[in-house]
């Protein structure tokens, strides 16, 4: 069974369109993240969620709009997609805030066309 | 400067080779993770540690507080080794886990 599922895997698209990826953790954790890792694979926090509230929010464009509907799922959804937004975005989970590892999605692989 | 520096950039051994990778912060941190990720993109969480070291099989994770410093070892290296490593600072207090990731190390083990 898989802990943190991310859909899509793959997503390509084209610029100005508006897509959502979805994440999913069956693992009963009550923080969850959204990464984007860039073409140098640098990854960076975009979004943390802890009991479906909001908690880290980094400097994103506010195109990007994660959604908590529960606390096992965390999603984002892009408006307006951009060249620059070609990434792969991770998701992760984690029981508690800073004292705990936090598992990873497989990643979102997000190409802008 | 980014606030995790990882040396090297770039890595290449041969099988049975100790490896060491280091980790550099400037934050004030509850943890430093160590990730793995393969080539084809998965992200493995490694170790997660505040203080000393831990072992699991052939890897090993210390870390030195004081000096904000941690290394990643691994013993008689193999090519299923090869892989991306990073390593990434926990901030610690109210920030609610978030991570601050060093720039990775590009490990390439040749048979």
């Known amino acids: 069974d898989t802990a943190v599922s991310q859909t899509p895997k793959y997503l390509v698209t084209q610029m100005g369109n508006d897509k959502s990826i979805k994440c999913e953790q069956n693992?009963?954790?009550?923080?969850m993240y959204w990464y984007k890792q860039d073409s140098k694979k640098f990854l960076k926090i975009m979004f943390s969620y802890n009991n479906k509230e909001l908690i880290i929010n980094e400097t994103v464009p506010n195109r990007f709009s994660p959604k908590s509907p529960d606390k096992a799922h965390l999603n984002l959804h892009i408006n307006s997609l951009e060249l620059g937004d070609s990434a792969v975005y991770f998701c992760?989970?984690?029981?508690?805030?800073?004292?705990?590892?936090?598992?990873f999605g497989d990643g979102t692989r997000l190409s802008i066309l | 400067k980014n606030e995790v520096e990882q040396s090297p950039q770039n890595l290449t051994a041969q099988e049975g080779e100790f490896i060491t990778i280091n980790c550099s912060y400037s934050v004030g941190i509850s943890a430093l993770h160590w990730l793995q990720q393969h080539p084809g993109g998965g992200i493995v969480s490694l170790f997660m540690l505040s203080s000393g070291k831990k072992k699991h099989g052939r890897l090993i994770a210390t870390i030195n507080i004081q000096e904000k410093h941690s290394s990643l070892h691994i013993t008689a290296s193999h090519p299923r080794d090869s892989a991306v490593y990073i390593c990434a600072a926990r901030a610690g207090g109210t920030s609610y886990g978030k991570l601050t990731f060093g720039q990775g190390t590009i490990l390439t083990v040749h048979p």
């Open positions: 693992l009963g954790h009550d923080t």
């Open positions: 992760a989970s984690s029981l508690g805030g800073s004292s705990q590892p936090q598992h």
